[in-house]
């Protein structure tokens, strides 16, 4: 059953935290014992782990950047989690000074420590809701004032969406999205995939179980399934490194190494 | 100063270490930083290494710095501080600064994590408070409403365990059992016990805490405090917890005290008769009609209708209140006398009494309650300073359930009434049959017949006819109804008979096929094959009539009904021998296509002859055959011999056998296993209105088609 959406989702500081074990993974310390513990472990398992979240911000970046050039100011991050470093805003205004981002997360300590950063952007705002609840998300004024005819949008689907379940329908979540962006607007990607790393998928997704968060890795051809409807940008969905690289050594000899599918569409 | 460095550098170490320091950040975090900021984020830490490399005077500070610059760029790996001591220890200083300058750089570096590190645990922190503040404060104003809506709720609710305790109440519910919030502490959900509680209650309560159920409703009265009774509308939840484990009971009353007594008077009042306290006579037909409903074959039932001789003198010299005196100690006479019999006894009005024999055993139970009524009103009644004498007389009628209808047996009972008013009074008279049609026509029938055709008062129900071997609806048999003003809906055999003598029955007949036929091919038109064939009952004097060739051939065009979809019942009367007029026009009939089937086959004094000269296609069994099947007074073995034997007659002679009067599935099996073909009876619908009849083709699968497909 779901809440209804006037209770509020626990703060239990006890139970890892997708959004701050992936801090911890990037050499923060937003985080608690229960959240370093589960990152400890997995990094045991897996000690590319915090490679591959660099190259997964790396792909943020370069994702922002790329847009901002070509001319978007305006952003949706939905389950932006804590911006550790490089938040979009940062980079988009490198570019845009004049770039707006509304971060919607579904984590209320997220959404809280987002708050207090942002509390003096004017350009920005931050929503707590659920990916899983696309109305809901949607029918919120911050979003809908972001979504309203006009200028295109770039939403930001950064490592999200392998922590929705295939009950709750990605698909179908991701299409009323769309439905509900201007046209010429932008789908960013990226996304725990099977086929980089096939002997680590099955023990980390195991790890995840016991968070609030489950992991579900997918296939890149579902992955690339979810830009139905958008026109995919070169290169297509690629592993992380591959996607539009600062330099071509910068890609590595083993790109699927870093096991996240990234792509970037267009609604025409 | 960071313009002498290729002056202080003749040797161009500088940029070796420059390029160095640049390729080693870009390595680990360096990745996820954009190009342009890292190459300046490593031109402006190599420039202050450089400086605190070659300057005169060693400054220390400007190693903490770069150390500061790489954290404050999130470098916060330990890897990086590892790669950059040893780096630095590779381009060695002249002065032997080297060791102070990698130590104030990893100590610039150190001390700036920990700040960071502080200042990020700080923030996550206060966003975890803010975010359970959060938490609280909407958890607050959640329960804040919840209280709200418990306490100021016009319902009154109550939450218990699933022990039974009452945990908490309402205001609205203790205003309903008029007790205080400490008069309903302690106390158990069992306490609340009512003798008069639904039954089911406590059984659909014990189901809801164990989990079997999750809410029930029913309406159940409760003592108040002060004992009076109240009525609720009771609605009771159960609560899981997360793992589906019952938690609590919440229930919801609406007190319905005021609705549920005015209901009670209302079904009182209406129900019984306000003078005698008798139930009335709506009561009475209700629950005759509800012996109809569903009679068990072969189920029997008694009526003694009672009339009170000479009321009418009492009411007229003594005044009408020593006349309710009077009819109130009648009633309570009968009641005493009958009621302990199991039987119902009801006024019907004025000073006719009705008394109801269920599951009647035979005409001498009915006829024992008859003499019952007589005896009970034998002694006079005492009424202030009068003895009065009164006597009554009944009419008894006691039949199979099967064979009537409430309306006809009612009337048939009055009627009987009537011969023994007429017999001299203080006496009954059993039904007879012949005596009632002689009556009914005698009474009202043919005064009012010939008129009652122009004023619309006839109308036609359809019973169906159901293939044995299929189950489905194969046809349907035409019956005409007449809704006498005062005697209610007649069924044929109570004013065919007199149509045939009147002569009415000719343009009541053509009425009824012109009706029928077009009723025919309606459903012809909607349902195409599914159509059921249509039968039409043709009186002895139709098929006399000259007309009857031309009446059929003009119908069956205007209704454009296929001559096929028609089949005409004659009687084995209709035709009296090999001359007869009769002949030449069922020939005349057949030859355009109608069949013909003889009814009630067996019941006449059959001249077998007639069905070598006569064209039919198919016989009709007499429902008195099956029906007798079951009269525990008739040889059943014998009676189904004599149904099998006519089965197979039929069958050599090539005709369809149609079986009447089938009135349960054991009966409608075993006529399909002797090879009748088609039946028709209660099993397989009463006469209905054309609509029903609709309803019925559209359904595909008849629910009597089940015993065909079992088998």
Not at chain 2, 16 to 45: M, Q
Not at chain 2, 92 to 112: E, H, I, K, S
Not at chain 2, 603 to 618: E, Q
């Amino acid at each position: 059953m779901r809440r209804p959406n006037w209770v509020p989702a626990g703060t239990d500081l006890d139970k890892p935290n997708a959004a701050r074990v992936y801090d911890y993974y990037l050499g923060g310390s937003h985080n608690f014992e229960a959240d370093r513990e589960m990152a400890r472990k997995a990094m045991e398992l897996w000690p590319d782990l915090p490679q591959i979240m660099r190259a997964n911000r790396a792909f943020l970046r370069r994702s922002v950047e790329y847009l901002a050039e070509q001319g978007h100011t305006r952003f949706l991050d939905i389950g932006s989690g804590i911006p550790t470093f490089g938040p979009v805003h940062e980079i988009a205004r490198a570019i845009r000074p004049e770039a707006r981002v509304v971060y919607v997360d579904h984590d209320p300590v997220a959404v809280a420590h987002s708050r207090l950063i942002l509390k003096d952007d004017e350009l920005c705002s931050v929503v707590e809701a659920d990916l899983r609840d696309v109305p809901d998300l949607l029918s919120r004024p911050e979003v809908a004032e972001l979504l309203a005819p006009g200028e295109p949008v770039v939403l930001l689907l950064v490592a999200v969406l392998h922590f929705v379940k295939d009950e709750d329908e990605p698909e179908k979540l991701v299409a009323r999205l769309r439905d509900a962006l201007p046209p010429g607007s932008a789908l960013v990607i990226c996304h725990a995939s099977l086929e980089g790393r096939p002997d680590q998928a099955g023990s980390h997704q195991d790890l995840y179980k016991r968070t609030p968060t489950p992991l579900t890795m997918r296939s890149l051809e579902r992955i690339t399934g979810f830009f139905e409807g958008f026109e995919l940008l070169e290169p297509g969905v690629v592993f992380l490194p591959e996607w539009r690289p600062d330099r071509p050594e910068a890609v590595g000899a083993h790109p699927e190494r870093m096991t996240g599918a990234a792509g970037v569409g267009r609604l025409p | 100063m960071s313009e002498g460095l290729s002056q202080d550098d003749p040797d161009g170490r500088a940029a070796e270490f420059h390029d160095a320091w640049a390729g080693l950040l870009r390595a680990g975090h360096g990745s996820a930083v954009h190009p342009g900021t890292l190459s300046r984020l490593a031109g402006r830490s190599a420039d202050l290494l450089h400086r605190a490399r070659q300057d005169e005077e060693f400054d220390a500070r400007l190693a903490e710095q770069a150390g500061a610059m790489l954290v404050d760029s999130h470098f916060t790996d330990p890897a990086v501080l590892a790669d950059a001591v040893v780096l630095l220890q590779r381009y060695p200083v002249r002065d032997g600064r080297g060791p102070a300058l990698c130590g104030a750089f990893a100590a610039g570096w150190a001390a700036a994590l920990r700040e960071r590190t502080l200042r990020e645990q700080e923030a996550i922190r206060l966003a975890a408070d803010t975010a359970r503040q959060e938490v609280e404060r909407a958890l607050r104003s959640s329960e804040a409403r919840f209280r709200a809506l418990f306490e100021s709720a016009a319902i009154g609710i109550g939450l218990g365990d699933t022990e039974g305790n009452i945990l908490a109440v309402n205001r609205a519910l203790q205003e309903i059992f008029g007790a205080g919030p400490e008069d309903m502490r302690g106390r158990r959900v069992n306490d609340l016990v009512h003798p008069e509680d639904t039954p089911g209650v406590w059984e659909a309560y014990e189901e809801l805490i164990s989990g079997k159920r999750d809410y029930f409703q029913f309406d159940k009265p409760y003592y108040r405090h002060d004992g009076e009774v109240v009525w609720t509308h009771l609605t009771v939840s159960l609560i899981r917890d997360d793992d589906g484990v019952p938690q609590y009971q919440v229930a919801m009353l609406e007190d319905i005290t005021d609705r549920y007594r005015l209901q009670e008077r209302l079904r009182h009042q209406a129900t019984h008769d306000p003078l005698t306290g008798l139930p009335n006579r709506a009561a009475f037909f209700e629950r005759l009609d509800d012996l109809f409903e569903d009679p068990e074959p072969g189920a029997r039932f008694g009526l003694c209708y009672v009339d009170l001789d000479g009321f009418k003198v009492v009411n007229d010299s003594l005044g009408h209140d020593m006349g309710d005196q009077l009819l109130t100690a009648v009633a309570a006479r009968l009641d005493a006398a009958l009621t302990p019999l199991g039987h119902m006894v009801a006024r019907l009005g004025g000073d006719e009494f009705v008394v109801l024999l269920e599951n009647c055993r035979g005409e001498q139970e009915a006829v024992a309650a008859a003499k019952t009524v007589l005896a009970a009103l034998a002694k006079p009644v005492l009424i202030g300073d009068h003895k009065l004498a009164v006597g009554a007389s009944v009419g008894v009628l006691e039949r199979r359930i099967a064979t009537t209808t409430p309306g006809a047996a009612v009337r048939a009972a009055d009627l009987t009434l009537y011969r023994a008013k007429e017999a001299g009074r203080g006496r009954w008279t059993l039904f007879d049959p012949k005596e009632n049609a002689r009556a009914v026509s005698r009474y009202a029938v043919s005064v009012r017949m010939p008129s009652a055709l122009d004023r619309g008062e006839f109308f036609i129900d359809y019973q169906p006819m159901v293939d044995l071997a299929s189950g489905s609806l194969v046809a349907v048999e035409a019956l005409v109804r007449w809704r006498h003003p005062q005697l209610g809906v007649l069924g044929p055999e109570e004013f065919v008979g007199v149509a045939e003598e009147t002569g009415l029955i000719m343009p009541l007949g053509r009425w009824v096929m012109e009706q029928s036929c077009g009723q025919a091919a309606d459903w012809v038109a909607r349902f195409g094959e599914r159509a059921p064939k249509l039968s039409v009952n043709l009186a002895v004097r139709q098929a006399r009539n000259a007309g009857l060739v031309g009446d059929i051939d003009r119908i069956l065009r205007s209704t454009g009904l296929d001559p096929a979809m028609l089949q005409l019942e004659i009687t084995e009367s209709t035709v009296v021998g090999p001359e007869d007029e009769a002949l030449k026009a069922l020939h005349a009939v057949v030859d355009m296509g109608v069949s013909l089937a003889v009814d009630d086959f067996g019941t006449g004094w059959s001249n077998l002859a007639y069905l070598r000269d006569l064209p039919v296609s198919g016989l009709k069994i007499a429902g008195s055959f099956v029906g007798d099947l079951h009269d525990p007074a008739k040889d059943t073995h014998l009676g189904w011999r004599i149904v099998s034997g006519l089965v197979s007659l039929a069958h050599t002679l090539g005709l369809t056998v149609t079986a009447e009067g089938v009135e349960s599935r054991a009966d409608a099996e075993r006529l399909r296993l002797m090879g009748c073909d088609w039946a028709q009876g209660w099993h397989f619908g009463r006469p209905v209105r054309p609509g029903e009849i609709a309803r019925r083709i559209a359904e595909v699968n008849l629910p009597a088609a089940d015993f065909a497909r079992e088998n």
